[in-house]
């Protein structure tokens, strides 16, 4: 029987699922960052490789198959990439095609099963596209951490270090975060001065220099955190620094969203836009006040989809490449499969 | 004859001066970028020795003589940077000592022969110190261009670059210095579209990404030529988007320096500031409406002096680490000497 196999490729994890063409989910993988771009090819396909295992539970070893695979993923997939996937999956028994698909389009049929409306993913980056007739026709944002992705979990995390240095160096205002930033760096504050400086903003610039810069996403969670920390019973504030650092990433997120809808010359899309990413999905549960109003502004009226990731897009997005038409019943079953097989985020 | 060197290694330039006890320069050199943290240890080697050759003329060759050199570099010199630059300093025939001072030190001295005030840097980075007895006493800013520097060289490139960037996505306005960008990556507007981007968007991307982060820097003097512009006669005013990205420039820069003179517990010191580095001698000569109110009021009445590099400064240094006193007619008399002897820096 043909192996059916969806990728969600991501910058820090990524899912496998397997099913059938009735949309039925036989197993559910998750392991790191399987993009290239990201991580590196070996890396990438190490993580992609892990998560089909898992997908396939006790199936995959000795037996041969037919099999599709359909791999959501950001940016564009190189030859070396490519070949060393083939290769990886041959070896877990998968003898077939695999196509890749953009992981905006993973996003987008997500959240819906129609052929039209937008996508934004704030993860790694922040990007936004319109969709039309089932494939991406504008791209907004998406410039990367150096050049552009304002409000990416890159982005606030770049924010969270560089705020937190300049207070330790007397340049900014003291803040929530670096507390919640020297613990998650394990620096301890001593109050002893070398060459000039504080040792711990020594030590945490040390730390955080020695990281690849995209890495820097991982404290991206400590702003909410410290907008969280106020309560009005114990009578603390939000902190503004984390706040003002919020407030222009929501801002961002809902202008790349604004530019992919104003990009609509006629308005005839009448889709929906599907909201993906980690920033996305901790802004609107954990800081609703900062994100929700922003992106409802952007969104001129069309109805907001939040969804976990893009497997199940990339389900819709191999069984229409086999031929089967994905309604609305039929995407509502898909969710539900892959929510009953898919294993706890804490299990990677 | 003992022969003395001053060897001021910038990020994207050094020099080098050759001179004796009195204070007379012999020979004067330039090269390329060496500091080792910016170029890497082999490449700062290079230049550095690059420079001594020049400044040695023709006195290199072959005789082998005592010699003391003194190098003034931003951040901290390795041991293998060390023993390198003084195999490559044998090489040429300087057998002796070689000494290590904090660039802005040797910013400082150049300005003055005072042992007390400040100095503020801003070329690839920015950061300013307090002197005190002739040492550096604290250091704010130089958290470098991923943590800090706002306002560097580093800085304003990459604002340029991401201003351009969101301006040709259609997520920022237009301004005047796209086409400046442009022509300085060799790209032409074609209008063509492809993967729902622009196609001078994608190359633009291409070429910035190709470079190292901190060679965003090169494109600094864009702003400058953008806020020049403005003219009266011809009904164009400056572009608001570059005069932006140089008022927050400035801020930063002044604020670095207000964090210095601040920390000066008990306001003895009553030397002057000395202002270096490409941004502040471009900031101050071709947009003093934006940059020379903010330093003076950071400068809190202290005067300012704008010196040109730090080799004077590296010069004085080597004497009196010789046990030379230089006072104010020494040093006068070593800023004219080295000018005297100074190449042009086109000449690189």
């Known amino acids: 029987m043909r192996r ?10 990524s899912r496998a699922v397997l099913f059938d063409v009735n949309g039925e989910c036989r197993g559910f993988g998750r392991a ?109 944002g998406g410039s990367g951490w150096l050049l552009g992705d304002t409000g990416s979990g890159f982005w606030i995390g770049q924010q969270i270090a560089r705020a937190v240095v300049a207070s330790l160096d007397g340049l900014g205002p003291s803040t929530a975060l670096t507390p919640l930033l020297l613990t998650a760096t394990g620096i301890e504050r001593t109050g002893v001065r070398s060459r000039g400086r504080s040792e711990e903003l020594s030590q945490l610039m040390r730390e955080l220099y020695a990281l690849r810069p995209v890495e820097l996403a991982r404290f991206a969670p400590l702003a909410f955190e410290a907008v969280e920390h106020g309560d009005i019973e114990s009578e603390t504030t939000p902190d503004v620094v984390a706040r003002d650092i919020l407030e222009v990433a929501a801002s961002a997120i809902a202008r790349v969203l604004a530019a ?52 199940v897009g990339a389900a819709v997005l191999a069984l229409r490449h086999l031929g089967r038409e994905v309604d609305v019943e039929f995407h509502r079953r898909l969710v539900r499969e892959v929510d009953r097989v898919r294993t706890p985020a804490t299990q990677v």
């Open 32 to 140: 790191g960052g399987g993009n290239p771009t990201a991580v590196g090819i070996a890396a990438a396909v190490d993580a992609l490789g892990l998560a089909v295992e898992r997908a396939l539970g006790g199936t995959a070893s000795g037996s041969a198959a037919d099999s599709f695979v359909v791999v959501a993923l950001a940016g564009t997939a190189t030859a070396p990439f490519l070949a060393l996937l083939d290769a990886r999956l041959a070896h877990l028994g998968l003898h077939g095609r695999s196509v890749i698909e953009p992981d905006l389009l993973g996003t987008f049929c997500s959240g819906t099963s129609d052929h039209h409306g937008y996508a934004v993913i704030a993860g790694t980056g922040a990007i936004a596209a319109r969709v039309v007739g089932g494939h991406i026709h504008t791209v907004k």
């Open 4 to 13: 059916i196999l969806a990728i969600d490729a991501g910058g820090t994890s």
């Open 260 to 311: 992919a809808v104003e990009s609509d010359v006629k308005p005839e899309v009448d889709g929906c836009v599907v909201l993906g990413g980690s920033v996305l999905a901790a802004g609107l549960a954990r800081a609703p006040d900062i994100f929700t109003h922003r992106l409802r502004a952007a969104a001129g009226g069309f109805e907001l989809v939040t969804v976990e990731d893009g497997v």
